[in-house]
């Protein structure tokens, strides 16, 4: 558990705060600060009772603002982001130390040379990258300069960038400490050097659209493109509704501006004003920029706009009309030149006729009106996005020639592919992932087996339907205790009587203990 603590710059708070923990015999595994307002505390996991107890301790003492839970130390926090950037850096990575032997590959360059990382670690990467003498070039210690040569990686060409790392000593001298190596196909750059040279013209060139319904969307969207109004793209979820709006603004007089997206279903209330209209200066903070200021002159692109509360729908009416808004704690108004694209999975007609969304929004969100069609809709797509998808993933993995037995075509042209073509790409990128040889089966695909009469073969399934039921029904009761954690409120919010919600929490032992608030 880590606490943060909100503060004043004084002398000796830290120590009083390590002197209450103290008190309540409370090991604590590490203290960070970070500028002189902020202590940071790593302790073992506490109680809800003894956090209630210990909380209010910290929050009297003198030059204490506030104190609340982080889900991270900066310092973690800073060792997560770097290992996530590492990765999934899209190009093959490898760090060497001073002999030019590996400290680190990355998911992509380990998945080329087909080892783990731990079974690279100390192995020398002249036994997988040829054609530069790594020996020569780390022997010229602080003068080693980054090169940019051509060479070998598992017998492939690529074109490598070597990075030297140097530290500062004590002494102000430098020193080479290692080196970074990163590579790049013949694909990746072709495909780098045409996202250079690509046009507003050919801004829909990524979207894939085989079949004739696919092909008129694409058509009405080019139309669109060219037209300043706001725009509602409809349609299921991972239909690829942000790529058209993207390809939208590309073709459109606002490409060279700004476009900034927003997913509406992922923005909590409490942080959404600030997130969209910036922050006024504070005694304690400076102003900060929005979204809606971030974007001027750009398109805002508002993903899953059906998920947006009804305060933040009348805020959003307003800069849709005249273009002005205020930041939050702050009384000047600021004007903005946006153009609104928006998408959605919903029936937001209907949603206005229940009054969970806006009237008069709605018509200002949807002068330009455009549906997307499912990809079971479109299944003359299917079979070509999937070769594109296992293209581009093999190249990238170092696979090369890889295809679709026949069977494996028929099934993924006649799947439902409830995930659009999200769920086609992920499922294919693990297909290439797994196979071992030239050929994807079936088995491959990792999905629940599927006929046209019969729809999915649950095969793997065990059990009774009771306990089918009584699973889903404990898993569903879990996710909604956080946001509903009194009997009344979740028996409400399901349709039935306290007294029935009451005795399903105590039979699926269900409660502020069991349950993380």
């Known amino acids: 558990m880590r606490l943060e603590i909100c503060c004043q710059d004084r002398v000796g708070l830290a120590q009083k705060v390590l002197s209450i923990l103290a008190e309540y015999e409370i090991n604590i595994k590490g203290i960070e600060l970070k500028e002189p307002s902020i202590i940071y505390v790593n302790i073992l996991d506490l109680d809800f009772s003894e956090l209630?107890?210990?909380?209010?301790?910290?929050?009297?003492?003198?030059?204490?603002?506030?104190?609340?839970?982080?889900?991270?130390?900066?310092?973690?926090?800073?060792?997560?982001?770097?290992?996530?950037?590492?990765?999934?850096?899209?190009?093959?990575?490898?760090?060497l130390d001073m002999r030019g032997n590996i400290r680190l590959v990355n998911n992509i360059a380990s998945s080329i040379i087909g080892k783990k990382l731990e079974d690279l670690e100390g192995q020398p990467v002249s036994t997988?990258?040829?054609?530069?003498?790594?020996?020569?070039?780390?022997e010229s210690g602080e003068e080693a300069l980054p090169q940019t040569q051509r060479l070998k990686f598992q017998n492939e060409?690529?074109?490598a960038d070597i990075l030297p790392i140097h530290v500062t000593e004590q002494d102000s001298k430098r020193k080479?400490?290692?080196?970074?190596?990163?590579?790049?196909?013949?694909?990746?750059?072709?495909?780098?050097?045409?996202?250079?040279?690509?046009?507003?013209?050919n801004s829909f060139s990524g979207i894939h659209a085989t079949s004739g319904a696919m092909r008129k969307v694409v058509r009405e969207a080019k139309r669109m493109a060219h037209i300043d109004s706001s725009m509602l793209i409809a349609g299921e979820t991972?239909?690829?509704?942000?790529?058209?709006?993207?390809?939208?603004?590309?073709?459109?007089?606002?490409?060279?501006?700004?476009?900034?997206?927003?997913?509406?279903?992922?923005?909590?209330?409490?942080?959404?004003?600030?997130?969209?209209?910036?922050k006024g200066e504070s005694n304690n903070s400076a102003a900060k920029k929005g979204l809606f200021e971030l974007a001027d002159g750009g398109t805002i692109f508002l993903d899953e706009v059906g998920e947006m509360s009804p305060t933040l729908q009348t805020k959003l009416l307003r800069v849709i009309q005249d273009g002005r808004?205020?930041?939050?704690?702050?009384?000047?108004?600021?004007?903005?030149?946006?153009?609104?694209i928006s998408s959605t999975n919903k029936d937001l007609l209907n949603m206005v006729s229940t009054g969970e969304f806006?009237?008069?929004?709605?018509?200002?969100?949807?002068?330009?009106?455009?549906?997307?069609?499912?990809?079971?809709?479109?299944r003359t797509d299917i079979i070509p996005m999937a070769e594109f998808f296992i293209a581009k993933f093999g190249q990238r993995v170092g696979k090369h020639h890889i295809t679709l037995t026949d069977d494996c075509r028929d099934f993924i042209e006649h799947y439902p592919w409830p995930g659009n073509v999200r769920q086609l790409e992920n499922v294919l990128i693990r297909a290439v992932s797994l196979v071992e040889g030239n050929e994807i089966t079936t088995e491959h695909l990792q999905l629940p087996a599927y006929t046209r009469e019969h729809g999915y073969l649950e095969q793997d399934f065990e059990?009774?339907?009771?306990?089918?039921?009584?699973?889903?029904?404990?898993?569903?009761?879990?996710?909604?205790?956080?946001?509903y954690p009194s009997t009344r409120q979740l028996a409400k919010k399901l349709g039935l009587s306290h007294t029935a919600i009451a005795n399903k929490l105590r039979e699926y032992d269900i409660n502020k203990k069991t349950v993380k608030i």
Request: aromatic share 10%; charged share 30%.
């Open 463 to 483: 059990g009774t339907l009771d306990a089918a039921v009584k699973g889903f029904e404990a898993d569903l009761l879990r996710k909604l205790y956080p946001a």
């Open 128 to 138: 997988w990258v040829k054609g530069f003498n790594f020996s020569r070039w780390i």
């Open 238 to 278: 991972g239909t690829g509704k942000e790529l058209i709006a993207r390809s939208c603004h590309n073709s459109s007089a606002r490409a060279d501006k700004a476009f900034m997206a927003l997913n509406c279903a992922a923005l909590p209330d409490d942080d959404a004003e600030t997130e969209l209209f910036g």
């Open 325 to 340: 808004f205020r930041r939050v704690d702050d009384e000047q108004e600021i004007n903005v030149n946006v153009r609104f």
């Open 52 to 95: 209630q107890e210990i909380l209010p301790k910290i929050r009297l003492l003198e030059g204490v603002e506030d104190v609340k839970t982080a889900h991270f130390m900066p310092s973690e926090l800073e060792r997560k982001e770097f290992s996530t950037l590492i990765k999934t850096f899209p190009d093959p990575f490898i760090s």
């Open 358 to 378: 806006r009237e008069d929004l709605y018509y200002r969100l949807n002068v330009l009106g455009l549906n997307v069609p499912s990809l079971r809709e479109r």
């Open 157 to 159: 060409d690529y074109v």
């Open 176 to 201: 080479l400490i290692g080196a970074v190596l990163i590579l790049k196909s013949e694909y990746r750059l072709g495909e780098q050097m045409s996202a250079f040279k690509q046009s507003t013209d």
